[in-house]
Nanobody, 112 residues
Framework: QVQLVESGGGLVQPGGSLRLSCVISGTSFSYYEMGWFRRTAEGGPREVVALFGINNKITYSDSVRGRFTISRDEGANTLYLHMENLKPEDTAIYYC?????WGQGTLVAVSP
């Protein structure tokens, strides 16, 4: 059974930092598409935050480039998202994705 379990979300003040983790079990890392998405509004689409693609190419959305860093540790079966200088507009549910599989999401709330 494939499982992706995110953790590390929470409430943080603007300018603060968080690190999200996603532990993956039941499958291997995807070297086609693996990364983080977020949904800012109920019922809205999940938008790309950061992705590993083919040949380890990393893509960031314009809104997070320079503030967020994606990384992965295959030995620990874990995908990470390090977020710095967080802004209120980063408030969202963050999801990890590995090929066709999704985690359940973790809430990040940025507020004074």
């Amino acid at each position: 059974q494939v499982q992706l379990v995110e953790s590390g979300g929470g409430l943080v003040q603007p300018g603060g930092s968080l690190r999200l983790s996603c532990v993956i079990s039941g499958t291997s890392f995807s070297y086609y598409e693996m990364g983080w998405f977020r949904r800012t509004a109920e019922g809205g689409p999940r938008e790309v935050v950061a992705l590993f693609g083919i040949n380890n190419k990393i893509t960031y959305s314009d809104s997070v480039r320079g503030r967020f860093t994606i990384s992965r540790d295959e030995g620990a079966n874990t995908l990470y998202l390090h977020m710095e200088n967080l802004k209120p507009e980063d408030t969202a549910i963050y999801y990890c994705k590995n090929a066709i599989h999704w985690g359940q999401g973790t809430l990040v709330a940025v507020s004074p």
